[in-house]
Structure formats: structure tokens, C-alpha cells
């Protein structure tokens, strides 16, 4: 036993041990990402009183495996005048930065593939980056409609960002920390201990009046931030066909989409880390003292899971009952509304955390 201890401790056991957790998340992510499709279609169907995907599988539940299929059997087909391998590298870029950012997610109490202290600002780096595959895939095509849509993508994106990094300081300042787990830790205990109340208990509760609306503000750009209804401009059917990724088909297309979801719920997780809790419970939970670590651990699992469900389902409905913004609707809501909100509950929270009774230095 002390051998096997002693393994995991040395650089090729932990990096044996790190590549495992990297694989079997991906995995997860993956699958998950099949079913919350199928969701997610369900939910369009119900909207639209009709039945959705219900024939491959029961109750349609491998319709997305199936569609897998069709895209991997279909010709891959590359426009004549494009750059190829740049047309190639871009929906890889996007995938990659996608999986990266669950590297720092604390699913519960311990489990993330990497604890680390700025975990904050990695998620910063990732996103910042997920813009280039965009870009790149837009100019690589050699298509008009591509480039107008990563275009008004990268615009989008680099907007959007700007608020909810003010958000996130928000919260930064609240917990003292950019490790997530430290974030999640902070929020233990009943639900108004949560940061969208405050984060500190009843003492802060007052800071409810910034924290609901920069909850709000981080949802809405977070669907500017992934191109989701109401804000797809950078694919709008009615105007650009389907935007920077027209000229893509078979498993290079599939990736961008699946690079699209796997960001839709990794920000629907961070909303439940930043403002929800994480994985703790709505009310102080004792008796997991008495429980087995793994047991524990699957109990905070499931608060994530639940969480990061609503939110997806938030995502879902708002795409099925908003109807889409023109663009400069779109670009006057991020610049002259959630940036000047967002700075002025920055200095708002900082102000509470130095001077408020029973707070500063």
C-alpha cells in the first residue's frame, strides 16, 4: 500500500494520474454535452408543440450519437480559394481552448484537474483566446459571409469579455481569492452566504442590490460571449447565412458546435461557482462530517450538477423565447449599459469591503 502511496507521488505517477482525470473529463463533458443537446431539443419542441427527436434509442435519447455518425460519415469538403490548413486549425483551436477551460472547474470538494491559485485569470486567458479560432476559421474560408461574421464575432466577444471581467472582480473582492475552490469554500453554509446575496451573510446582505444585477449582467454576456439567441449575430441565418462557419461541413463543423456547447455549460458552472455557491448545499450540511469522503464529495457533486442544469436550461429558454438584437442594439447594451454598471459596482463592493461596519482594515 505504501509502495502504491509512494508511486502516485513521483512525476510519472502523478503525470499518469493527471492525464487519467484530464481523459475521464473530457469524456464526461462529452456525453453530457449529447444528452443536454437532446434537451435542449426537447425544449424546442415542447415550445413549439411538437415532439422532437423520440426514434433512434428510447425516448430519442441517442439521437445525438446518431447525428455524431452522419457528421463523421460526410465528405469533408474544403473551399477551393481557402487557406487550408489555417481552415483546419481553427476548429481545433476552438475545441482545445473549450476542453481547457474545465481544467479549473471544482466539480466539488476536491475535484478539479488543477487547484490552482489564479484560477481566476487562467479562465480569463482561455476565453481571451477562444476568440483567435473564430477569427481565423472567418478569414481562412475566403468567403465574404465568414469574415463579416468573425468580424462582428470578434467584436462581440472582446466586448462582452470587458463586463464580465468587471463582474468577476466583483466577486474577487468579495472572497479574496482567484482560486475557485476558495470561492466555493467562502459561500458554505445557508444560501444568503452565496455571492449573489453578498457573500459574507447577513452582514452584507445590502450587497444584494449590486450582486443580483452583476448575476444578470454575467448571464447576459455570457450568451454574447458564445454567440447564443438573442445575441448569434455572427451567424445570423437571415443575414449572413450561418456566419464565419458557412463553408465548414462533416467533423470540422461538428467541432466548432462542439465547442460552442462544452463553452455554453462551462459558463453555465461558473455561474453556480461565482454566485450560486458551487457545489455547496442551500443550507449548512454538518453531517457530512459523519459521511465518507467519496460519499461527500458526490453529495456536493450533485448541487453542481443541479446548478450548472438550471443555468443551461436558462441558456435554452432564452434561445427559444427572445427574438435577436441588431447589432448596434447589441454593441450600445455591452459599452454604454453593462460596462459602466459593471465599474461602478466594482468600486460599489470595494467600497462596502473597506468601510462598511464590521469590514476594512
Do not use: C
Not at 59 to 72: H, M, R
Not at 156 to 175: D, P, R
Request: charge should be positive; aromatic fraction near 16%; hydrophobic fraction near 55%.
Amino acid at each position: 500500500m505504501q509502495g502504491a502511496q509512494s508511486f502516485w507521488a513521483t512525476p510519472g505517477g502523478w503525470t499518469l494520474l493527471t492525464v487519467a482525470q484530464i481523459v475521464f473529463i473530457a469524456i464526461v463533458v462529452m456525453v453530457s454535452v449529447a444528452f443536454l443537446i437532446y434537451g435542449e431539443r426537447k425544449l424546442f419542441a415542447g415550445a413549439q408543440m411538437r415532439k422532437g427527436p423520440n426514434v433512434v434509442g428510447p425516448f430519442g435519447l441517442l439521437q445525438s450519437f446518431a447525428d455524431l455518425g452522419k457528421f463523421l460519415l460526410k465528405e469533408l469538403l474544403i473551399p477551393d480559394g481557402a487557406n487550408k490548413w489555417l481552415f483546419m486549425l481553427a476548429p481545433v483551436i476552438s475545441v482545445v481552448l473549450a476542453f481547457g477551460g474545465w481544467a479549473v472547474i471544482p466539480f466539488s470538494s476536491g475535484w478539479m484537474v488543477s487547484n490552482i491559485n489564479v484560477g481566476v485569470l487562467y479562465l480569463f486567458a482561455v476565453s481571451s483566446l477562444g476568440v483567435y479560432g473564430v477569427i481565423v476559421g472567418g478569414w481562412a474560408s475566403n468567403s465574404k459571409y465568414p469574415f463579416l461574421g468573425a468580424l462582428r464575432s470578434a467584436a462581440q466577444m472582446v466586448s462582452y469579455e470587458v463586463s464580465i471581467g468587471f463582474v468577476i472582480v466583483t466577486v474577487v473582492i468579495l472572497t479574496g481569492s482567484m482560486n475557485l475552490q476558495t470561492i466555493v469554500a467562502h459561500q458554505a453554509g445557508w444560501f444568503w452566504n452565496w455571492n449573489i446575496f453578498g457573500g459574507g451573510g447577513l452582514r452584507n446582505l445590502p450587497l444584494a442590490l449590486v450582486m443580483i444585477p452583476m448575476t444578470i449582467i454575467f448571464f447576459i454576456s455570457s450568451l454574447a460571449e458564445t454567440n447564443r439567441p438573442p445575441f448569434d449575430l455572427a451567424e445570423a441565418e437571415s443575414e449572413l447565412v450561418a456566419g464565419y462557419q458557412v463553408e465548414y461541413s462533416s467533423g470540422l463543423y461538428l467541432m466548432i458546435y462542439l465547442a460552442e456547447m462544452m463553452n455554453i455549460i462551462l459558463l453555465s458552472g461558473l455561474i453556480g461557482v461565482f454566485f450560486f455557491g458551487g457545489w455547496q448545499a442551500p443550507f449548512p450540511t454538518p453531517f457530512l462530517a459523519h459521511w465518507s469522503p467519496t460519499l461527500a464529495s458526490l453529495f456536493g457533486f450533485f448541487w453542481f450538477l443541479v446548478k450548472t442544469g438550471f443555468w443551461f436550461y436558462m441558456f435554452a429558454m432564452i434561445r427559444i423565447i427572445v427574438p435577436r438584437y441588431r447589432y448596434d442594439q447589441l454593441m450600445r447594451l455591452g459599452w454604454k449599459v453593462f460596462l459602466p454598471t459593471s465599474l461602478a459596482a466594482v468600486v460599489l463592493v470595494a467600497a462596502w469591503q473597506v468601510f462598511a461596519p464590521g469590514h476594512g482594515v
